[in-house]
């Protein structure tokens, strides 16, 4: 082992939570105002949402599930529809499918990362497909660019689960940029943290305007159907101010992630690829493994007190979970990304201490 290796630092559980400066003065001057989905405060953390993603449309709502069910009502999904989706996603993604009545079809993602494969993709193509959702996992772009492309040509409305992927970027332009629709959670492990929340934006003016009606009751006018969906002021006034801060937190997402990968030198660990013109948040730095037992990889960094996000949820195909069983196809590459690949945090709050010992831990593994 080596000389600063001592005691294991990890898990730290609450490490992870943020605090922004001023956080109490901003909450404490909300409370003055309207608590409600529908006060001016939560208009004003819409604006400002719309600005920071350069998107001509915001909706604050109640959660990152709540932002997929709302997505899918706006794209008309309902009863009987198909919706296409990578099976390497959280079950939070693949349950609000299933709640609006549609038929979740697993599509299988690409050999090198977790975008949708768009050959996969021609294979389930059916009139009864509507819309097709990619999930960046982690923060690393996928091919939303060519998922666009297809999706118009076909008529599919494109929805993104950008919940990990707040400030990923391809060819210079935010991830959401190439979606109809983009969701985004705000859950307290997310890169934007309310602790519970999220958002939808929306260059389309139609799927804006029915994401806002049908998240807010349908305006109550007895035409329109809806449901509450609203985020209320408090949470949206935090956001506020802690968007003013995203950047800073991704920039140091990213220093603690290019330091890391300066110092890993282990032959069989290397950082998953990214695909030319995208950047990552590092929602979490993925490295890929090419050991004979990942697992057991896994398992000794979380000994050594370094926690792994596929560990932690239990990371596998979705249609391996018993819930999801019925929806069953069969998506090798994504199988063999998850099972080939950790989890690292590289999140502001990790010391620089921290980040020589992962290293260090990383680099003394001589396991197969
Ligand atoms: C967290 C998450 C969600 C759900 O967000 P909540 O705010 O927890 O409802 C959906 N999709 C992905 C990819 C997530 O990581």
Redesign the pocket.
């Known amino acids: 082992m080596s000389a600063i290796v001592e005691t294991p630092r990890f898990p730290i559980s609450d490490k992870y939570r943020q605090s922004c400066q001023g956080e109490l003065d901003v909450l404490r001057d909300a409370l003055q105002r309207g608590l409600s989905g529908t006060s001016e405060v939560v208009e004003h953390y819409e604006a400002d949402l719309a600005a920071w993603f350069d998107s001509q449309n915001a909706i604050a709502v109640s959660?990152?599930?709540?932002?997929?069910s709302v997505a899918l009502a706006a794209a008309g999904v309902g009863a009987g529809d198909e919706v296409a989706l990578t099976p390497t996603?959280?079950l939070?993604?693949v349950y609000p499918v299933i709640a609006a009545g549609a038929v979740p079809v697993f599509v299988d993602t690409r050999e090198h990362g977790f975008g949708m494969s768009l050959e996969d993709l021609s294979r389930v193509h059916n009139a009864k497909l509507k819309a097709i959702i990619d999930?960046p996992?982690w923060g690393y772009p996928t091919e939303v660019d060519e998922l666009q492309a297809c999706a118009r040509e076909r008529g599919y409305t494109l929805i993104l689960?950008l919940?990990?992927a707040h400030g990923s970027t391809l060819h210079g332009k935010h991830l959401s940029h190439y979606g109809d629709i983009s969701?985004f959670?705000?859950?307290e492990?997310?890169p934007l943290a309310t602790g519970?929340?999220?958002f939808l934006l929306s260059d389309r003016q139609d799927l804006a305007d029915r994401a806002r009606s049908y998240s807010r009751f349908g305006n109550l006018n007895g035409r329109d159907f809806g449901l509450n969906y609203k985020l209320a002021a408090l949470p949206a006034a935090l956001g506020q101010h802690r968007l003013r801060y995203l950047q800073e937190q991704i920039d140091a997402r990213r220093r603690n992630a290019e330091f890391l990968l300066s110092r890993i030198h282990h032959p069989k660990v290397r950082e998953k690829k990214q695909i030319d013109g995208g950047e990552t948040n590092y929602y979490s730095l993925n490295l890929q493994l090419f050991f004979r037992n990942n697992r057991s990889f896994i398992d000794y960094l979380e000994v050594n007190g370094i926690p792994s996000d596929i560990k932690r949820y239990g990371c596998k195909c979705l249609y391996k979970f018993p819930a999801v069983a019925a929806y069953q196809r069969d998506c090798p590459n994504g199988d063999a990304l998850l099972r080939g690949m950790t989890t690292i945090p590289v999140h502001p709050n990790v010391t620089e201490d921290e980040l020589f010992y992962i290293a260090s831990i990383v680099n003394d593994y001589n396991g197969d």
């Open positions: 959660s990152g599930g709540a932002a997929i996603s959280p939070c993604t999930i996992m689960d919940a990990h969701c959670s705000t859950h492990r997310k519970e929340g999220g």
